[in-house]
């Protein structure tokens, strides 16, 4: 098997979540895939930009005509 990897990621403004995170209890991230470039050493980093409990929803659910329309391109 793969076993474990981290990833480095980076939060701002993300302090009102610091509670949940040391919880233990799951939790949902939104983030984007960065690269980090730090003395010369190129790492892969992930720059959260929300944080929410597992039983919430991270954004809105996409209205159903949108989705039909965007299922008609495929």
């Known amino acids: 098997g793969m076993g ?3 990833v ?3 939060a701002f403004r993300q302090g009102h979540h610091h509670d949940l995170v040391r ?3 799951p939790f949902n991230l939104l983030y984007v895939v960065e690269e980090n470039e730090w ?3 190129v790492t892969v980093q992930l720059n959260v ?4 409990p597992a039983t919430e929803a991270l954004f809105d659910p996409i209205p159903e005509e949108v989705q039909l329309r965007s299922s008609d391109r495929v």
């Not at 930009?49 to 929410?52: G, L, M, P, S, V």
Request: charged letters at 45%; a positive charge; aromatic letters at 6%.
């Open 4 to 6: 474990n990897r981290w």
């Open 8 to 10: 480095e990621a980076i």
């Open 23 to 25: 919880s233990g209890k």
């Open 39 to 41: 003395q010369g050493r």
């Open 49 to 52: 930009k929300d944080i929410k």
